[in-house]
């Protein structure tokens, strides 16, 4: 009877593997995901990883990458002035250079601005085919500037995209997104992608009522974003441009009673890259960057060493010219990357009082990081970079040294990583040249260094769950800081930022197409002071039923008191769902509610009559159509 | 014990072919589109079908054209043979159009498996009834 039993299970177990997993839908299917670009491009030994693979995205319905930011563990959204950055749970805002966005290998970072929230946290996702966004990584092994936080946006392929797709998006508020992407291989050799987005963003508005007058609190949008690839054997050229009108919110006055807060933003790029043997390339990139920011307010906009200006309306012109080698050496046991990257930023800022300020930046770098695996399980990473910046004027040239040690140990069930980095935040062009400043650089200024330890363990269950605990620490020495009594920008000498975080993960799969997933965080930034939430849960559902994708997602963020404006800010649930039915393989059709409970993160400002959501509570009806 | 071991390796088994989707499309393919062969004769310009990825020991990979009984290949080359192609690029099916008779490649984001029914009748070639729903007929010109 035994016997019959088992024969009769090894059957069933055999039988449903050939019915079921050799179907070639299935195989399909397998075959998909299998061969999914992340794999190809992420960095296990560069840091804490969070990767948004394709399928995640399009499950989520992501429209832009704000989308990504907001489900980003120990991170909070957070608007400085008018451009939505994330900042660390609890602490200050990050200093504008911890934080680069790349396209591909593309670094968008402004010159004079040292970041590249002011046109990209926001940016629309249509032609991204998957988003890594790495934690506590010194950014050597991206070939570009270094920086604690990269997130890689990679484009869609267009090889594997041939044909076209239109997504067309509108919102409760009557809002507008569409986007429409055509790739086409020709011939042998030159294949190409090409990508068109358009949107027009109404965003609920705010009200304050002073001096017998009302003022309006807007953030809507309007972005134009061009992007397009062509690939000719072994060259691929990359074309970009990015056009975005946006509303300043609050804007900058002191009684925060804007008449006028807008800021018009621009950004052309083009990038070549060319392999020339083996695992060697050399790249080629040039950046133009217009920012404008129009504003009017009665109530004056504070400048430290000046009377208020009721007109605020700051310019920057930035240009940056680059060129990098890298080459990568493959042996049994290593894998060494060598490269050099020669840049020249400058860019010309018109200050509120029409004064023309200008300079420039020529930043050379040589970089080394070699993986060495030690045994089939065990593999050391090691980095080294040696940066020299040399500024036209007024600013002293600076040497950097940074160095990166790590080991990972990786088996079927295990998968443990150490890291240690010494790094550098590089000093931006904005703090020099201060726009709430009418004169006078900030030639004191040096660069904090940056001391990162990361721990991570991870545990892989028999049945593909995960359990993964990190922790990490950071020092920040000689911090900048904003003080307009003391002036404006200035290093915290001899001071150390400390901040320590931990996250606990748990990772369900109930089968191929539907996981689920909770991380707990928590932040410490050993002082009494919050900026934002110092805590909280975040959990995601993703589930596929016959033509149906289902996905829910509740971020819980603690309460805390604004240290900024002394205001009390209850704990938030943020609320978000998205449905898509897949009327045939080609065209679907979507809903999606963001901020369902209108309880999600709210921030404060100073002088305002409340706290604003950074999220607003809307619905979307999502159609795509791939013909 | 042995069929506790047996028990254990089925998903094992079952894992180690997860990881080889691509290759075992290809066999299936090859399985479907020759049926009542033994031994098939294939010429590829792919590095993914060779004859030490291959599943299935009926496949064997030859070095030209007229050996064949398929050419299989990811990028247009001057053939000099009458053989059915099966392409690895959407673009090659126009490329050869009276002469391919598939295709298993990337589009919309997606990979997909394509027969060519005009074709595949000039080569006498009767797909299982399991690939039948892949069979599509180009317009005519």
């Given amino acids: ?627 | 014990m042995k069929r506790l071991l047996l028990l254990l390796l089925t998903p094992l088994i079952s894992f180690a072919y997860i990881h080889n989707a691509e290759r075992e499309i290809c066999t299936q393919l090859l399985s479907a589109i020759f049926q009542n062969k033994k031994v098939i004769k294939v010429y590829s310009t792919c590095p993914e079908i060779s004859q030490n990825n291959t599943t299935d020991s009926k496949i064997i990979l030859v070095d030209t054209p007229k050996k064949a009984d398929l050419i299989i290949t990811n990028k247009y080359i001057d053939i000099q043979s009458n053989k059915p192609i099966f392409v690895r690029k959407y673009y090659l099916l126009k490329k050869y159009k009276k002469r391919a008779i598939g295709g298993f490649y990337w589009q919309k984001g997606r990979p997909n498996i394509i027969f060519e029914g005009k074709n595949l009748k000039k080569f006498n070639i009767i797909l299982p009834d399991n690939f039948q729903r892949f069979i599509e007929y180009a317009p005519e010109e």
């Fill in chain 1, 1 to 627: 009877m035994k016997k019959i039993l088992f024969t009769l299970f090894l059957f069933f177990r055999i039988s449903s593997l050939s019915a079921e997993d050799f179907d070639i839908n299935t195989l399909l299917q397998d075959y998909k995901k299998e061969s999914s670009l992340a794999k190809q491009t992420k960095k296990d030994t560069s840091g804490l990883l969070y990767l948004y693979t394709r399928e995640m995205l399009e499950k989520m319905q992501a429209r832009t990458l704000k989308d990504i930011l907001k489900t980003l563990p120990g991170f909070n959204l957070y608007r400085v002035g008018n451009m939505l950055t994330i900042t660390p749970s609890g602490n200050m805002p990050f200093f504008a250079t911890s934080i680069r966005i790349f396209v591909n290998d593309h670094d968008m970072t402004s010159s004079f601005r040292g970041s590249s929230y002011l046109l990209w946290s926001d940016v629309d996702l249509d032609y991204i085919d998957h988003i890594e966004v790495y934690k506590g990584t010194s950014s050597i092994a991206f070939g570009s500037e270094s920086a604690p936080i990269v997130i890689k946006l990679y484009t869609k392929n267009a090889n594997r995209e041939i044909g076209s797709k239109a997504r067309l998006l509108f919102d409760t508020r009557g809002s507008l997104h569409t986007s429409l992407y055509n790739a086409q291989r020709i011939s042998n050799d030159f294949a190409y992608f090409a990508y068109g987005h358009i949107d027009n963003i109404n965003n609920k508005k705010y009200y304050k009522y002073a001096n017998n007058q009302s003022y309006q609190y807007s953030s809507d949008k309007k972005t134009y974003n061009f992007y397009a690839n062509f690939i000719y054997k072994k060259t691929t050229l990359e074309l970009g441009a990015i056009k975005s009108k946006e509303d300043a919110f609050v804007g900058y006055g002191i009684q925060a009673t804007p008449e006028v807060a807008y800021v018009n933003k621009e950004q052309l790029y083009f990038h070549l890259t060319q392999k020339l043997a083996q695992d060697f390339r050399v790249q080629l990139s040039l950046d133009h960057i217009t920012h404008t920011l129009n504003t009017i307010d009665k109530s004056g906009v504070f400048i430290v060493d000046a009377p208020p200006t009721t007109i605020f309306n700051p310019k920057n012109d930035d240009d940056v010219y680059s060129i990098t080698v890298d080459k990568t050496l493959k042996s049994q046991k290593n894998r060494l990357t060598v490269g050099a990257f020669y840049k020249y930023k400058e860019f010309e800022f018109t200050k509120y009082n029409h004064a023309l300020v200008a300079n420039a930046l020529y930043y050379s770098s040589i970089y080394a990081e070699d993986v060495y695996l030690l045994t089939e399980n065990i593999k050391f990473v090691g980095s080294l970079r040696y940066n020299n910046l040399q500024y036209k004027k007024e600013i002293q040239k600076e040497k950097q040294f940074f160095y990166k040690t790590g080991v990972n140990y990786k088996d079927r069930s295990w998968d443990i990583q150490l890291l240690y980095t010494h790094s550098y935040l590089t000093v931006p062009f904005i703090d020099y040249y201060n726009p709430f400043r009418a004169s006078n650089v900030a030639k004191d200024l040096h660069t904090p260094t940056a001391d990162i330890y990361l721990t991570s363990v991870k545990y892989h269950f028999i049945n593909k769950d995960d359990l993964s605990l990190s922790i990490g620490k950071r020092n920040i020495k000689d911090p900048i800081i904003y003080n307009p009594q003391l002036g404006g920008f200035l290093n915290l000498n001899g001071y150390t930022g400390r901040y320590t975080f931990a996250e606990l993960t748990y990772l369900h799969h109930f089968n191929q197409k539907n996981k689920f997933d909770i991380t707990f965080y928590d932040t410490y930034n050993y002082t009494e002071k919050l900026f934002s939430p110092k805590w909280g849960i975040n959990t995601r559902v993703f589930n596929s039923y016959k033509k149906f994708d289902i996905y829910n997602e509740l971020i819980y963020k603690s309460s805390y008191k604004d240290v900024v404006t002394q205001s009390h800010l209850k704990a938030s649930y943020d609320w978000t769902a998205a449905v898509k039915y897949h009327v045939t393989k080609d065209f679907s059709l979507g809903l999606k509610g963001e901020n369902i409970l209108n309880k999600g993160l709210k921030q404060a400002y100073k002088n305002t009559p409340s706290s604003y959501p950074l999220i607003e509570q809307k619905f979307w009806l999502n159609m795509e159509y791939l013909f």
